[in-house]
């Protein structure tokens, strides 16, 4: 990328080193935040992401050039509590519970909600202007395959996500402009649930199985025939995204 864009400059930034997180952010009026943990989560990486979360958005405070942060979360920052399966809608407003998350290891989750929340907690108090996306499970071509480790730990928990009609897919040229529209559209605020399908029937969760191949391989039974019966109740709600989206292009 250096080599063929000569605007384009890239820094060694780890974001749980406070200074180099400044130095990469000096005289830039946007940032785009994407943590994510490379091999996959578990309870150590919890912790360290909340901390990278907390490093950026104290950064930013201290950048006068810096005019948006661009937060992205995850949906299973929001999906994950006992009573989902009995809620009709599940939107911006709704968090994962903590202690559930705990209870059944869903560390992806965990740190997806606790860093969101931190973020927005501090992007406050500094009186930063913020908004975050929420993405669901992210696709497109060999997207999962380079990033299994992510892809794996969205996914724990994917049977109770899909009878729950909460297991949902975003492209991720779809996510990518959704990050600019938000970025450049004034009136973007607050959180966005952004997917362009819930998978809620086993014709599309055998889109998605195929879409993932061979990350993960398909169920025996679905080989020769699929049955195609069951459709459950979508729960998701993404109303927000689709106005940021009608406001017009992103370039």
């Given amino acids: 990328m250096e080599a063929t864009e000569e605007r384009l400059v890239v820094y060694d930034v780890d974001v749980l080193d406070y200074q180099s997180i400044l130095v990469s952010l000096k005289t830039c009026?946007?940032?785009?935040?994407?943590?994510?943990?490379?091999?996959?989560?578990?309870?150590?990486?919890?912790?360290?992401?909340?901390?990278?979360?907390?490093?950026?958005?104290?950064?930013?405070?201290?950048t006068e050039s810096i005019d948006k942060i661009v937060f992205s979360s995850s949906l299973t920052a929001s999906i994950w509590r006992d009573n989902i399966g009995t809620q009709k809608d599940v939107d911006e407003k709704c968090w994962s519970d903590q202690d559930f998350c705990r209870k059944k290891?869903?560390?992806?989750?965990?740190?997806?909600?606790?860093?969101?929340?931190?973020?927005?907690?501090?992007?406050?108090?500094?009186?930063?202007?913020?908004?975050?996306?929420?993405?669901?499970?992210?696709?497109?071509?060999?997207v999962a395959q380079h990033n299994a480790g992510p892809t794996m730990s969205y996914l724990k928990g994917a049977a109770q996500m899909y009878e729950n009609g909460v297991l949902a897919y975003v492209d991720v040229k779809f996510l990518a402009d959704v990050h600019i529209r938000a970025f450049e559209d004034v009136s973007a605020c607050g959180r966005y649930f952004c997917f362009n399908q819930i998978v809620n029937t086993e014709e599309e969760a055998l889109k998605l199985v195929q879409s993932l191949s061979p990350l993960i391989p398909m169920p025996p039974r679905y080989e020769s025939e699929m049955q195609g019966n069951e459709v459950y109740e979508e729960r998701l709600r993404n109303y927000k995204l689709s106005k940021l989206v009608e406001a017009g292009s992103a370039c």
């Avoid at 994510?36 to 104290?58: F, M, Q, T």
């Fill in 29 to 62: 009026n946007a940032v785009f935040c994407c943590l994510d943990s490379p091999e996959g989560y578990d309870e150590k990486e919890v912790d360290l992401e909340v901390r990278g979360a907390i490093n950026v958005v104290e950064a930013c405070g201290r």
């Fill in 105 to 142: 290891k869903l560390w992806h989750a965990l740190a997806k909600m606790l860093s969101e929340k931190a973020a927005w907690a501090l992007a406050m108090d500094r009186r930063l202007n913020m908004v975050s996306i929420n993405p669901g499970l992210i696709v497109g071509p060999s």
